[in-house]
């Protein structure tokens, strides 16, 4: 059996006892069998586990309309707060691009209207944040692989590195953050995955800005912390290590595991 499936069904069971609390397809959830520590530890050998038992490109578990969350919990970030951003969404993101660089041997600028003429995937999965709630939403967007395969991965990329429009720290202490963009990172086998989209689409809307407007990352087989809202630039590179504090990621740089498999 796959270790996701294992968990998962640890999960739910550990749900049916919260019961009434949960409204329809968002949870708060007492037992996090993801977060816990002891099951967490390791994390090359959870990964070498996940990916030996479900396979590479096995699906994470899509649910129907019935399932959807009425609200679509948001976390973290909810909005960047910046001048630049806000110009942004005043002309509704029609300026917004995604450059994809790095090792690459086409960089791209994407507009919104480029990314929505694309081929799209819609998928309606499970979120899970490592602070302990689930919530079931609709994602449509392109899928990575998709975007990758046009701008054509140099044969040393190993990782897919994502940039964000949320500065995460306030250096200045006049209560607005102006530094430390939030980034995020997967290695190329779950970027390129079926179910990893740079999602346009929540629920057949437009993101609004708490969602990550006006483009974030899905990627269903990792936990919500891996999944970067307002994606600016995307960059293929080889290694991690000098990039932002070296772990890959905003909270990976504060002590999270950067496999964040489920
Ligand atoms: N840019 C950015 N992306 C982010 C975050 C953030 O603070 N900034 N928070 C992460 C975390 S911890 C979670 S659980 C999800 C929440 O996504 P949601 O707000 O759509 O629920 O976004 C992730 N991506
Ligand atoms: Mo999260």
């Not at 479900?54 to 309309?65: M, V």
């Not at 999965?125 to 998709?146: A, F």
């Not at 200045?172 to 190329?188: R, T, V």
Request: net charge neutral; aromatic share 10%.
């Amino acid at each position: 059996m796959r270790e996701g499936a294992t968990r998962r069904g640890f999960l739910m069971r550990g749900l049916a006892g919260v019961g009434t609390l949960a409204l329809a397809g968002c949870h708060s959830v007492s037992q996090q069998p993801w977060a816990d520590p002891l099951l967490r530890s390791a994390e090359a050998l959870t990964k070498r586990v996940q990916r030996l038992f479900a396979g590479d490109h096995a699906l994470a578990q899509e649910f129907t309309k019935a399932d959807i969350a009425p609200v679509f919990r948001a976390n973290g970030t909810l909005d960047p707060g910046t001048a630049e951003y806000r110009a942004q969404a005043q002309s509704n993101f029609a300026n917004w691009r995604v450059t994809v660089g790095g090792l690459v041997e086409h960089p791209l600028s994407l507009s919104m209207a480029q990314l929505r003429k694309m081929p799209s995937r819609t998928q309606i999965t499970r979120h899970d944040c490592v602070e302990g709630w689930s919530c079931i939403g609709e994602w449509t967007g392109v899928q990575m692989s998709h975007i990758l395969a046009l701008a054509g991965p140099k044969q040393n990329a190993r990782y897919v590195v994502f940039y964000c429009a949320d500065p995460m720290t306030d250096t200045n202490g006049d209560g607005i953050n102006d530094s430390d963009f939030y980034y995020e990172s997967l290695d190329m086998v779950e970027a390129t995955h079926p179910q990893t989209l740079l999602a346009y689409d929540l629920n057949g809307q437009p993101l609004d800005i708490a969602h990550g407007a006006p483009v974030r990352v899905r990627a269903e087989r990792q936990l919500g912390y891996k999944q970067p809202k307002y994606v600016k630039a995307v960059a293929l590179v080889e290694s991690l290590d000098k990039i932002g504090g070296g772990k890959g990621g905003y909270w990976e740089d504060q002590g999270y595991n950067w496999w964040g498999g489920i």
